[in-house]
């Protein structure tokens, strides 16, 4: 399986946090792939200190990254629209961040589960 790597996930395995390393060390010695987007790398760079810098770069290096594509924009777009008719306000970055889940068939892994509210999203079960 593919798992797309959400923000918050990065940056506790950039900092040691909550297990996360040791998490993500067990699901590639599962065979699983481990993956990002290029907005989570965005978000990433803009809270990084520059002393973690050639650390963080490394670490994400070793990802796949899928950048945004029309396709990917369009999707997160509609599903932005789709939830504010339903009277609910979600992030832009979050909605193309599910999309290239849903285009790509990933599973998301994230611990903000309540920012993506999507049935047809695969959310990674945390422990």
């Not at 699901?27 to 809270?47: D, K, P, R, S, V």
């Not at 945004?68 to 008719?85: D, H, N």
């Not at 961040?97 to 990674?124: K, Q, S, V």
Request: hydrophobic share 45%.
């Amino acid at each position: 399986m593919k798992l797309l790597l959400d923000t918050t996930i990065l940056i506790d395995a950039l900092r040691h946090r909550t297990g996360r390393r040791e998490l993500l060390a067990d699901t590639l010695h599962q065979g699983h792939t481990l993956a990002t987007t290029a907005i989570n790398l965005a978000e990433i760079y803009a809270g990084m200190m520059p002393a973690e810098e050639a650390r963080t770069k490394m670490f994400l290096d070793g990802l796949e990254c899928y950048p945004v594509t029309a396709a990917i924009a369009r999707r997160a777009g509609r599903l932005k629209w789709e939830w504010s008719r339903k009277g609910r306000t979600l992030a832009l970055d979050d909605m193309l961040i599910a999309a290239a889940a849903l285009e790509h068939g990933l599973t998301l892994m994230t611990d903000n589960r309540m920012d993506f509210p999507l049935d047809e999203l695969n959310l990674y079960s945390l422990p």
